[in-house]
């Protein structure tokens, strides 16, 4: 089994100011590990995925991540946010390889809030 | 489509009231999932079809709810006698490939609050 633990439910920054967003998971598997975003009553959009590779992965939006193995973390950046980055924001987690089954394990979720 | 609809955006339910859920998901895609979303929480997994075929419900919480695919496109997602816990947003996706570990593309989701 899998779980993501988000480390802060609430984001509070100033616009252009960096913001890191922290994610740490645990599987007895290798997992592949995602960053969702949900803007008020609209579902998940996809910011980012690592699959394999390097691990610094960069997404849309200016938004980037890196993968940490040994900590098992997958904390997501950015370096200078914006009033429209505002948003709930969710890590998650699915088991990689053909046997391991097809669902997502999301964290709780940051509320990201950039003010003025 | 141009992507994932679920109707109704909004549902209001007596406690006790069946209700059904539904998906569009984007023409094609072979995978299409159902999430339960309850207020200030992450999504959580309920089922997942394969085209037609269910291959996973375990997180379906109770026998009162049920999901089906019938033609491979447009899934429901019935819940019987409804509580009030389950009052959430039950969201949809859908993936063009088997495994999730391609992009998955998530409805809007449908707002339910059983009174």
């Known amino acids: 089994a899998q779980s993501v633990t988000q480390l802060d439910s609430q984001v509070p920054v100033f616009e252009e100011a960096p913001v890191e967003l922290r994610c740490n998971y645990s599987s007895s598997v290798s997992v592949y590990l995602f960053w969702y975003v949900q803007y008020p009553n609209q579902g998940l959009q996809l910011l980012l995925k690592?699959?394999?590779?390097?691990?610094l992965v960069k997404g849309i939006n200016g938004f980037e991540a890196e993968f940490n193995k040994s900590q098992t973390s997958f904390h997501l950046r950015k370096p200078s946010v914006h009033i429209s980055d505002t948003a709930e924001y969710f890590c998650a987690v699915i088991p990689n390889g053909e046997t391991s089954g097809s669902r997502l394990t999301f964290g709780e979720g940051t509320q990201l809030t950039v003010n003025p | 489509g141009a992507g994932v609809s679920q109707s109704p955006r909004y549902k209001v339910a007596k406690r006790g009231q069946d209700v059904a859920l539904r998906c569009d998901p984007i023409s094609g895609h072979v995978s299409l999932f159902w999430y339960q979303q309850a207020l200030g929480q992450g999504p959580e997994f309920l089922t997942y079809f394969q085209n037609e075929a269910q291959l996973d419900k375990s997180g379906l919480p109770s026998d009162r709810f049920f999901a089906e695919r019938p033609e491979g496109s447009v899934s429901t997602l019935k819940i019987q006698r409804t509580q009030q816990e389950d009052s959430a947003v039950y969201l949809c996706?859908?993936?063009?490939?088997?495994?999730?570990?391609?992009?998955?593309?998530f409805g809007q989701g449908t707002r339910l609050t059983v009174v």
């Open positions: 690592y699959l394999s590779g390097s691990t």
């Open positions: 996706a859908s993936s063009l490939r088997r495994l999730m570990n391609t992009e998955a593309f």
